[in-house]
Protein backbone atom coordinates (compact mmCIF):
# COMPACT_ATOMS: atom_id res chain seq x y z
CA UNK A 1 0.00 0.00 0.00
CA UNK A 2 1.21 3.47 -0.50
CA UNK A 3 -0.75 5.34 1.94
CA UNK A 4 -1.81 4.12 4.90
CA UNK A 5 -3.42 5.97 7.55
CA UNK A 6 -3.74 3.61 10.96
CA UNK A 7 -6.33 4.97 13.54
CA UNK A 8 -6.04 8.41 12.81
CA UNK A 9 -7.11 10.91 15.20
CA UNK A 10 -7.28 15.40 14.13
CA UNK A 11 -7.99 17.30 17.09
CA UNK A 12 -8.30 21.38 16.81
CA UNK A 13 -7.96 23.38 19.47
CA UNK A 14 -11.07 24.15 21.18
CA UNK A 15 -12.89 21.60 20.03
CA UNK A 16 -13.98 18.64 22.25
CA UNK A 17 -14.35 16.45 19.77
CA UNK A 18 -11.97 14.78 17.33
CA UNK A 19 -12.20 16.00 13.73
CA UNK A 20 -10.59 12.42 12.67
CA UNK A 21 -11.13 10.22 14.93
CA UNK A 22 -9.23 6.26 14.97
CA UNK A 23 -9.53 6.41 10.51
CA UNK A 24 -7.82 3.58 9.36
CA UNK A 25 -7.43 3.28 5.25
CA UNK A 26 -4.92 2.72 2.34
CA UNK A 27 -4.42 3.63 -0.62
CA UNK A 28 -2.46 1.80 -3.44
CA UNK A 29 -0.09 3.11 -5.90
CA UNK A 30 -1.87 4.92 -8.52
CA UNK A 31 -5.35 4.67 -7.16
CA UNK A 32 -7.08 7.86 -6.72
CA UNK A 33 -9.01 7.70 -3.37
CA UNK A 34 -12.03 9.87 -2.96
CA UNK A 35 -12.98 11.42 0.53
CA UNK A 36 -17.12 11.92 0.77
CA UNK A 37 -19.05 13.25 3.72
CA UNK A 38 -21.47 16.07 4.54
CA UNK A 39 -20.11 19.67 5.53
CA UNK A 40 -17.48 19.30 8.81
CA UNK A 41 -17.22 15.56 8.72
CA UNK A 42 -13.51 15.86 8.83
CA UNK A 43 -12.35 15.49 5.17
CA UNK A 44 -10.31 18.83 5.01
CA UNK A 45 -8.83 17.76 7.90
CA UNK A 46 -8.02 14.68 7.17
CA UNK A 47 -6.50 15.70 3.91
CA UNK A 48 -4.66 18.36 5.82
CA UNK A 49 -3.07 16.21 8.05
CA UNK A 50 -1.60 13.73 5.18
CA UNK A 51 -0.26 17.32 3.31
CA UNK A 52 1.76 17.87 7.10
CA UNK A 53 0.13 20.96 7.09
CA UNK A 54 -2.03 20.19 10.43
CA UNK A 55 -0.77 18.15 13.25
CA UNK A 56 -1.72 14.52 14.38
CA UNK A 57 -2.80 13.92 17.55
CA UNK A 58 -2.91 9.86 17.86
CA UNK A 59 -2.01 6.97 14.97
CA UNK A 60 0.36 7.58 12.02
CA UNK A 61 0.57 8.71 8.53
CA UNK A 62 2.76 6.91 6.41
CA UNK A 63 4.06 6.99 2.68
CA UNK A 64 5.63 4.56 1.14
CA UNK A 65 5.92 2.53 3.87
CA UNK A 66 7.66 5.37 5.82
CA UNK A 67 6.34 7.09 8.80
CA UNK A 68 5.86 10.65 8.31
CA UNK A 69 3.18 11.99 10.65
CA UNK A 70 1.94 10.85 13.92
CA UNK A 71 1.78 12.71 17.84
CA UNK A 72 5.53 12.36 18.04
CA UNK A 73 6.87 12.62 14.55
CA UNK A 74 6.33 15.33 11.84
CA UNK A 75 7.83 15.47 8.32
CA UNK A 76 7.88 19.14 7.20
CA UNK A 77 5.22 19.38 4.46
CA UNK A 78 7.76 20.19 1.65
CA UNK A 79 9.70 16.90 2.15
CA UNK A 80 6.35 14.99 1.79
CA UNK A 81 6.74 15.27 -2.15
CA UNK A 82 3.11 16.02 -1.90
CA UNK A 83 1.42 17.95 -4.56
CA UNK A 84 -2.24 20.01 -3.86
CA UNK A 85 -4.97 21.13 -5.31
CA UNK A 86 -7.30 23.58 -3.92
CA UNK A 87 -11.06 25.03 -4.96
CA UNK A 88 -9.54 28.17 -5.95
CA UNK A 89 -6.74 27.33 -7.53
CA UNK A 90 -4.88 30.10 -5.92
CA UNK A 91 -2.68 30.92 -9.34
CA UNK A 92 -0.76 34.39 -9.68
CA UNK A 93 -3.02 35.95 -12.20
CA UNK A 94 -0.14 38.44 -13.07
CA UNK A 95 1.95 35.49 -13.89
CA UNK A 96 1.57 33.70 -17.50
CA UNK A 97 0.77 30.33 -17.14
CA UNK A 98 4.35 28.80 -17.93
CA UNK A 99 5.60 31.13 -14.82
CA UNK A 100 3.21 29.96 -12.67
CA UNK A 101 3.36 25.83 -13.66
CA UNK A 102 7.08 26.63 -13.09
CA UNK A 103 6.24 27.71 -9.81
CA UNK A 104 7.70 24.45 -7.89
CA UNK A 105 10.54 23.81 -10.16
CA UNK A 106 11.90 27.14 -10.14
CA UNK A 107 15.56 25.39 -8.90
CA UNK A 108 15.23 22.76 -11.87
CA UNK A 109 17.92 24.71 -14.88
CA UNK A 110 15.71 26.62 -17.94
CA UNK A 111 15.75 24.13 -20.20
CA UNK A 112 14.46 21.18 -18.07
CA UNK A 113 12.49 23.77 -16.68
CA UNK A 114 10.53 24.32 -19.90
CA UNK A 115 10.70 20.90 -20.88
CA UNK A 116 8.54 20.03 -17.91
CA UNK A 117 5.90 22.94 -18.29
CA UNK A 118 5.73 21.87 -21.70
CA UNK A 119 4.96 18.69 -20.90
CA UNK A 120 2.53 19.13 -17.54
CA UNK A 121 0.75 21.22 -20.38
CA UNK A 122 0.24 19.02 -23.20
CA UNK A 123 -0.99 16.47 -20.39
CA UNK A 124 -3.56 18.73 -19.08
CA UNK A 125 -4.60 19.51 -22.25
CA UNK A 126 -3.37 23.46 -22.32
CA UNK A 127 -0.22 22.69 -24.63
CA UNK A 128 1.57 26.01 -26.09
CA UNK A 129 -0.86 27.96 -23.29
CA UNK A 130 2.77 29.17 -21.42
CA UNK A 131 2.70 32.99 -22.68
CA UNK A 132 -1.09 33.37 -22.32
CA UNK A 133 -1.74 34.65 -18.35
CA UNK A 134 -3.67 33.21 -15.67
CA UNK A 135 -6.78 35.85 -15.18
CA UNK A 136 -7.43 35.35 -19.08
CA UNK A 137 -8.15 31.60 -18.78
CA UNK A 138 -11.89 30.26 -18.11
CA UNK A 139 -12.30 28.57 -14.54
CA UNK A 140 -11.75 25.22 -16.18
CA UNK A 141 -8.71 26.21 -17.80
CA UNK A 142 -7.45 27.85 -14.65
CA UNK A 143 -8.35 24.74 -12.81
CA UNK A 144 -6.08 22.81 -15.36
CA UNK A 145 -3.16 24.81 -14.94
CA UNK A 146 -3.55 24.09 -10.73
CA UNK A 147 -3.11 20.74 -11.85
CA UNK A 148 -0.18 21.32 -13.80
CA UNK A 149 1.34 23.37 -11.22
CA UNK A 150 0.95 20.52 -9.16
CA UNK A 151 2.25 17.71 -10.90
CA UNK A 152 5.10 19.70 -12.38
CA UNK A 153 7.45 18.40 -9.09
CA UNK A 154 6.69 14.79 -9.87
CA UNK A 155 4.66 14.57 -6.36
CA UNK A 156 4.68 10.82 -5.11
CA UNK A 157 0.88 12.11 -3.95
CA UNK A 158 -1.42 14.56 -5.12
CA UNK A 159 -4.10 15.85 -2.60
CA UNK A 160 -7.21 17.90 -4.26
CA UNK A 161 -9.70 19.41 -2.26
CA UNK A 162 -12.89 19.98 -3.39
CA UNK A 163 -10.99 20.85 -6.61
CA UNK A 164 -14.69 21.68 -9.14
CA UNK A 165 -16.69 23.62 -6.71
CA UNK A 166 -16.17 26.85 -7.87
CA UNK A 167 -17.16 25.98 -11.46
CA UNK A 168 -20.43 24.95 -12.83
CA UNK A 169 -22.05 21.73 -12.73
CA UNK A 170 -21.45 20.79 -16.14
CA UNK A 171 -17.99 21.51 -16.53
CA UNK A 172 -17.68 19.73 -13.01
CA UNK A 173 -18.45 16.75 -14.41
CA UNK A 174 -16.47 17.03 -17.62
CA UNK A 175 -13.53 17.83 -15.90
CA UNK A 176 -14.38 15.18 -12.80
CA UNK A 177 -13.37 12.95 -15.97
CA UNK A 178 -10.66 14.76 -17.34
CA UNK A 179 -8.67 15.08 -14.39
CA UNK A 180 -9.45 11.00 -13.72
CA UNK A 181 -7.68 10.60 -17.19
CA UNK A 182 -4.98 13.14 -16.25
CA UNK A 183 -3.65 11.76 -13.16
CA UNK A 184 -3.94 8.32 -14.51
CA UNK A 185 -1.92 9.31 -17.60
CA UNK A 186 0.96 11.02 -14.96
CA UNK A 187 0.45 7.49 -12.67
CA UNK A 188 -0.12 9.58 -9.70
CA UNK A 189 -1.63 8.16 -6.26
CA UNK A 190 -3.98 10.73 -5.41
CA UNK A 191 -6.52 11.68 -2.70
CA UNK A 192 -9.53 14.05 -2.97
CA UNK A 193 -12.15 15.90 -1.33
CA UNK A 194 -15.56 16.25 -2.06
CA UNK A 195 -18.92 16.41 -1.19
CA UNK A 196 -20.37 15.48 -4.33
CA UNK A 197 -21.38 12.10 -4.47
CA UNK A 198 -21.57 11.94 -8.77
CA UNK A 199 -17.89 13.64 -8.82
CA UNK A 200 -16.61 11.16 -6.30
CA UNK A 201 -18.67 7.98 -8.43
CA UNK A 202 -16.68 9.31 -11.58
CA UNK A 203 -13.67 9.84 -10.42
CA UNK A 204 -12.38 7.25 -7.31
CA UNK A 205 -11.14 3.80 -7.87
CA UNK A 206 -11.86 3.95 -4.18
CA UNK A 207 -14.11 5.92 -2.35
CA UNK A 208 -14.32 6.37 1.42
CA UNK A 209 -17.84 7.64 3.23
CA UNK A 210 -16.90 9.86 6.25
CA UNK A 211 -19.43 10.97 9.06
CA UNK A 212 -18.70 12.94 12.51
CA UNK A 213 -14.65 12.07 11.76
CA UNK A 214 -15.13 8.60 11.22
CA UNK A 215 -15.08 6.75 8.31
CA UNK A 216 -18.21 4.42 7.59
CA UNK A 217 -16.86 2.94 4.76
CA UNK A 218 -14.50 2.56 2.25
CA UNK A 219 -14.71 0.51 -1.10
CA UNK A 220 -16.00 1.06 -4.78
CA UNK A 221 -18.82 3.02 -5.64
CA UNK A 222 -20.70 -0.39 -6.59
CA UNK A 223 -20.18 -2.21 -3.03
CA UNK A 224 -21.27 1.49 -1.42
CA UNK A 225 -24.06 1.72 -3.43
CA UNK A 226 -25.34 -2.02 -3.13
CA UNK A 227 -23.88 -3.13 -0.05
CA UNK A 228 -23.91 0.21 2.14
CA UNK A 229 -22.00 -0.90 5.27
CA UNK A 230 -24.10 1.38 7.61
CA UNK A 231 -27.29 3.02 7.91
CA UNK A 232 -25.58 6.47 7.35
CA UNK A 233 -24.17 4.96 4.05
CA UNK A 234 -27.29 3.44 2.79
CA UNK A 235 -28.97 7.35 3.70
CA UNK A 236 -26.28 9.47 2.13
CA UNK A 237 -25.27 7.59 -1.02
CA UNK A 238 -28.25 7.60 -4.01
CA UNK A 239 -31.83 8.11 -3.31
CA UNK A 240 -33.95 5.41 -0.73
CA UNK A 241 -35.82 5.21 2.28
CA UNK A 242 -35.59 2.87 5.17
CA UNK A 243 -38.57 1.35 5.59
CA UNK A 244 -39.55 -0.86 9.14
CA UNK A 245 -39.37 -4.75 7.91
CA UNK A 246 -39.89 -7.73 9.89
CA UNK A 247 -37.41 -10.51 9.77
CA UNK A 248 -38.52 -13.97 10.10
CA UNK A 249 -37.87 -17.84 9.86
CA UNK A 250 -39.77 -19.42 7.36
CA UNK A 251 -38.95 -22.78 5.91
CA UNK A 252 -35.38 -22.99 5.87
CA UNK A 253 -35.10 -19.17 4.64
CA UNK A 254 -35.22 -15.68 6.66
CA UNK A 255 -37.58 -13.91 5.05
CA UNK A 256 -38.20 -9.89 5.04
CA UNK A 257 -41.27 -9.11 5.35
CA UNK A 258 -41.57 -5.33 3.53
CA UNK A 259 -44.51 -3.08 3.15
CA UNK A 260 -44.06 -3.51 -0.95
CA UNK A 261 -43.98 -8.03 -0.08
CA UNK A 262 -42.60 -10.62 1.58
CA UNK A 263 -37.85 -10.21 0.34
CA UNK A 264 -36.46 -13.73 0.86
CA UNK A 265 -33.10 -14.52 2.60
CA UNK A 266 -31.53 -18.16 1.25
CA UNK A 267 -30.03 -18.95 4.82
CA UNK A 268 -30.43 -17.05 8.00
CA UNK A 269 -26.91 -14.91 7.76
CA UNK A 270 -26.35 -15.39 4.17
CA UNK A 271 -26.95 -13.20 1.03
CA UNK A 272 -30.66 -12.47 0.76
CA UNK A 273 -32.48 -13.39 -2.54
CA UNK A 274 -35.39 -11.11 -3.31
CA UNK A 275 -38.67 -12.65 -5.15
CA UNK A 276 -39.79 -10.16 -7.75
CA UNK A 277 -42.36 -11.08 -10.18
CA UNK A 278 -39.44 -11.46 -12.63
CA UNK A 279 -38.19 -14.49 -10.86
CA UNK A 280 -35.47 -14.59 -7.67
CA UNK A 281 -32.67 -12.77 -7.83
CA UNK A 282 -29.67 -13.02 -5.54
CA UNK A 283 -28.22 -10.43 -3.10
CA UNK A 284 -25.79 -9.82 -0.83
CA UNK A 285 -25.96 -8.54 2.54
CA UNK A 286 -23.38 -5.81 3.97
CA UNK A 287 -20.44 -6.75 5.46
CA UNK A 288 -20.74 -5.92 8.59
CA UNK A 289 -18.56 -3.38 10.50
CA UNK A 290 -19.93 -3.18 13.74
CA UNK A 291 -22.69 -2.67 15.86
CA UNK A 292 -24.64 0.00 13.17
CA UNK A 293 -24.50 -2.55 10.58
CA UNK A 294 -26.58 -5.51 8.81
CA UNK A 295 -29.27 -7.28 10.60
CA UNK A 296 -29.65 -10.60 9.30
CA UNK A 297 -30.84 -12.71 12.27
CA UNK A 298 -34.92 -12.44 13.06
CA UNK A 299 -36.59 -9.76 14.11
CA UNK A 300 -37.32 -5.96 14.05
CA UNK A 301 -34.83 -4.11 11.13
CA UNK A 302 -35.18 -1.54 8.85
CA UNK A 303 -34.91 -2.35 4.92
CA UNK A 304 -33.20 -0.34 2.44
CA UNK A 305 -35.65 0.67 -0.55
CA UNK A 306 -33.84 2.24 -3.06
CA UNK A 307 -35.51 4.70 -5.88
CA UNK A 308 -34.52 2.06 -8.49
CA UNK A 309 -35.58 -0.93 -6.52
CA UNK A 310 -39.41 0.94 -7.26
CA UNK A 311 -40.81 0.04 -10.34
CA UNK A 312 -43.89 1.67 -11.58
CA UNK A 313 -46.51 -0.87 -13.37
CA UNK A 314 -49.99 -0.08 -13.93
CA UNK A 315 -50.82 -3.50 -13.48
CA UNK A 316 -49.49 -3.69 -9.95
CA UNK A 317 -52.03 -4.33 -7.11
CA UNK A 318 -49.90 -2.21 -5.14
CA UNK A 319 -51.18 1.46 -5.11
CA UNK A 320 -48.97 4.74 -4.18
CA UNK A 321 -50.22 8.46 -4.38
CA UNK A 322 -47.75 11.00 -6.10
CA UNK A 323 -46.60 13.52 -3.30
CA UNK A 324 -44.25 15.28 -5.02
CA UNK A 325 -42.10 14.99 -8.13
CA UNK A 326 -38.78 16.22 -9.77
CA UNK A 327 -37.48 16.21 -13.17
CA UNK A 328 -34.82 14.47 -14.26
CA UNK A 329 -34.28 14.62 -17.49
CA UNK A 330 -34.95 10.48 -18.58
CA UNK A 331 -36.55 10.55 -15.29
CA UNK A 332 -38.63 11.61 -12.73
CA UNK A 333 -38.21 11.33 -9.08
CA UNK A 334 -41.23 9.94 -7.27
CA UNK A 335 -41.79 10.40 -3.58
CA UNK A 336 -44.46 8.23 -3.26
CA UNK A 337 -46.91 7.16 0.02
CA UNK A 338 -48.49 3.88 0.96
CA UNK A 339 -52.20 4.03 2.18
CA UNK A 340 -49.67 2.86 5.45
CA UNK A 341 -48.54 6.43 5.52
CA UNK A 342 -45.25 4.88 4.44
CA UNK A 343 -42.95 7.05 2.03
CA UNK A 344 -40.91 5.56 -0.52
CA UNK A 345 -38.69 7.56 -3.31
CA UNK A 346 -39.18 6.08 -6.82
CA UNK A 347 -37.13 6.35 -9.98
CA UNK A 348 -39.82 6.95 -13.27
CA UNK A 349 -38.94 7.15 -16.93
CA UNK A 350 -39.95 10.82 -17.35
CA UNK A 351 -42.72 9.97 -20.56
CA UNK A 352 -44.69 8.52 -17.32
CA UNK A 353 -45.65 12.16 -16.32
CA UNK A 354 -48.44 11.64 -13.68
CA UNK A 355 -50.11 14.37 -11.38
CA UNK A 356 -49.12 15.09 -8.18
CA UNK A 357 -52.28 13.39 -5.81
CA UNK A 358 -52.02 10.58 -8.39
CA UNK A 359 -51.91 6.82 -7.46
CA UNK A 360 -49.96 4.87 -9.72
CA UNK A 361 -49.09 1.39 -9.65
CA UNK A 362 -46.32 0.21 -8.14
CA UNK A 363 -43.83 -3.16 -6.93
CA UNK A 364 -40.87 -3.72 -5.75
CA UNK A 365 -37.93 -5.27 -8.03
CA UNK A 366 -34.88 -5.57 -5.32
CA UNK A 367 -31.94 -7.33 -6.49
CA UNK A 368 -29.34 -6.04 -3.38
CA UNK A 369 -31.69 -6.62 -0.19
CA UNK A 370 -29.75 -4.52 2.74
CA UNK A 371 -31.64 -4.97 6.13
CA UNK A 372 -30.32 -2.37 9.33
CA UNK A 373 -30.81 -3.17 13.15
CA UNK A 374 -34.33 -0.97 13.79
CA UNK A 375 -33.75 2.75 14.13
CA UNK A 376 -34.50 3.25 18.37
N1 LIG B 1 -8.41 25.27 11.88
C1 LIG B 1 -9.41 24.81 12.63
N2 LIG B 1 -9.55 25.18 13.91
C2 LIG B 1 -10.55 24.72 14.68
N3 LIG B 1 -11.49 23.85 14.24
C3 LIG B 1 -11.41 23.45 12.98
C4 LIG B 1 -10.38 23.90 12.09
N4 LIG B 1 -10.57 23.31 10.87
C5 LIG B 1 -11.66 22.53 11.00
N5 LIG B 1 -12.18 22.60 12.25
C6 LIG B 1 -13.36 21.85 12.76
O1 LIG B 1 -13.12 20.47 12.52
C7 LIG B 1 -14.31 19.83 12.05
C8 LIG B 1 -14.05 19.20 10.67
O2 LIG B 1 -13.83 20.24 9.74
P1 LIG B 1 -13.30 19.97 8.26
O3 LIG B 1 -13.03 21.28 7.62
O4 LIG B 1 -12.18 19.00 8.33
O5 LIG B 1 -14.57 19.26 7.60
P2 LIG B 1 -14.95 19.08 6.05
O6 LIG B 1 -15.58 17.74 5.98
O7 LIG B 1 -13.77 19.32 5.20
O8 LIG B 1 -16.04 20.20 5.85
P3 LIG B 1 -16.40 21.05 4.50
O9 LIG B 1 -16.97 20.05 3.54
O10 LIG B 1 -17.43 22.02 5.01
O11 LIG B 1 -15.14 21.69 4.06
C9 LIG B 1 -15.38 20.89 12.06
O12 LIG B 1 -16.09 20.78 13.26
C10 LIG B 1 -14.62 22.19 12.00
O13 LIG B 1 -15.35 23.22 12.63
Known amino acids: MFL???????????????????LTLALRAGDIGVLIGPSGCGKTSLLRAVAGLTPVSGGEIRLSGSLVGSAALSVPPELRRIGMVFQDYALFPHLSVGRNVAFGIHRLPRAEQAARVAEV??????????????????????????????????????????????????????????V???LKAAGTTALLVTHDQFE???????????????????????????????RFVADFIGHGVLAPATLVQRGGHVVAQTPLGDLVAQTPLGDLVAQTPLGDSVAQTPTPLD??????????????????????????????????????????????RLASGQHLLAHVPSHHD???????????????????????
Not at 206 to 218: A, K, N, P
Not at 304 to 327: E, G, T
Not at 371 to 376: D, S
Open 4 to 22: ELSRLEVRHAGHAQAAVQA
Open 121 to 178: LRLVGLDGCENRFAHELSGGQQQRVALARALAPRPRLMLLDEPFSSLDVDLRERLAHE
Open 180 to 182: RGI
Open 200 to 230: AFALGDVIGVMHEGQLHQWADAYTLYHRPAT
Open 291 to 336: ERSAQTSPGACDVLLRADDIVHDDRAPLQAQIMRKSFRGAEFLYTL
Open 354 to 376: HALGEWIGIRAQVDHVVTFPRAP
